[in-house]
């Protein structure tokens, strides 16, 4: 059985729009060239330009290095050759997010709806093309519930995972009752929650300098997660927290192991917060100090992705083999990052 991909992604191409209805097409983003440096993302030379100004990846002119997936394959205007570059690599399964929706602020829910349903019908047609092998994080349009949990319906029966959701949604937490409908769709039909490095603001992403305030509202994620109620009221929902890396998690379990009545005592064991038994993952990389990690996380609660189709700084297409050659982890707990605890991840 071939490896889980747990985190890939797509670059939108114009295609990702052409499932708009007429009614709709006003809102298509608008291409702006640009020289790329108001972004992270190096060799694209057009952008989607949203209303509020926001330049947001896009599948134009796309460039890509030697040895790397090609732009076609990146884009997925070439579903097969993805396919093949998946079956070189030993995947078996990869779970594709987008790009766009990372960085896209919304203002006008009738906007966010027709974007969202543009692309999740893309993505589907793509699944059904890969009869499978492809799986994507569905983009729910959160500045309307009830339009949110009739995409969630319509990707559970057409090859998603998971909701692609980022730390922070709608200048509210994650644990705000406002998103309580969206996970119990979710549960509803047997699909995770895939947290991706993202945020909902425009000024993080004119500085790309700024990943950290990417990743540690994913930490703040967690922690509320964590300590919220969601083991009680949603008890089959699977949260996945993505591209962040795990060395953040020892830091976030200190700090909920010395909570409010224990902030100031030396005691406090680790233990007393174990990850494993939750319905929490957490997506490592191949090159941190995992021993330490699965100390804390257990070895049922950890999975990888290797950022397929973007080329930044958590980007290795072959993550998967080099985690499993790795001599300082046990190649049964290697097996279960790369292979069992993402099938449970995105019930595979």
């Known amino acids: 059985m071939g490896y889980v991909d747990c985190d890939t992604h797509v670059i939108e191409s114009l295609r990702a729009w052409s499932y708009l209805a007429s009614k709709d097409a006003h809102f298509r983003p608008k291409q702006k060239k640009t020289d790329g440096s108001q972004a992270q993302w190096r060799g694209l030379n057009h952008f989607w330009e949203m209303p509020s100004g926001q330049l947001i990846i896009c599948g134009l002119d796309v460039e890509s290095a030697p040895g790397q ?13 993805r396919v093949k570059w998946m079956d070189d690599l030993g995947v078996d399964t990869q779970v594709i997010i987008t790009s766009f929706f990372l960085a896209a602020l919304f203002t006008a829910p009738e906007a966010q709806v027709a974007l969202a349903g543009s692309y999740n019908r893309w993505m589907a047609d793509c699944s059904d093309e890969s009869k499978g092998r492809l799986r994507w994080s569905l983009v729910p349009p959160l500045l309307d519930i ?12 057409h090859g998603a995972a998971s909701v692609m959701m980022r730390p922070l949604e709608c200048n509210k937490l994650l644990t705000d009752p406002y998103f309580y409908p ?15 490095i993202g945020n909902a603001s425009s000024p993080v992403y004119e500085n790309s300098n700024a990943i950290m305030h990417s990743i540690v509202p994913m930490t703040a994620a967690f922690v509320n997660i964590f300590t919220s109620d969601f083991a009680i009221r949603f008890p089959e929902l699977r949260f996945g927290f993505l591209e962040a890396g795990s060395e953040w ?9 010395r909570g409010a009545e224990t902030a100031w005592r030396q005691d406090v064991k680790l233990d007393d917060v174990p990850l494993a038994g939750t319905n929490l993952f957490i997506d490592c990389t191949f090159d941190e100090n995992l021993p330490y990690v699965l100390e ?13 189709g973007h080329a930044d700084i958590g980007t290795d297409i072959g993550a998967h083999g080099v985690m499993c050659r790795r001599t300082d982890v046990d190649a049964t707990i290697l097996k279960k990052i790369t292979v069992d605890n993402g099938r449970r991840l995105y019930g595979l």
């Open 69 to 81: 997936p090609p732009p076609n394959v990146r884009l997925l205007d070439d579903v097969a050759g």
């Open 146 to 157: 009830e339009a949110a949990r009739k995409e969630i319906e319509y990707g559970a029966s």
């Open 182 to 196: 969206v996970y119990e769709e979710a549960q509803k039909h047997n699909l995770s929650i895939g947290l991706h």
């Open 249 to 257: 998690l020892p830091f976030a379990l200190r700090e909920i192991s």
């Open 296 to 308: 804390l996380a257990g070895e049922n609660n950890l999975v990888l992705g290797s950022d397929f």
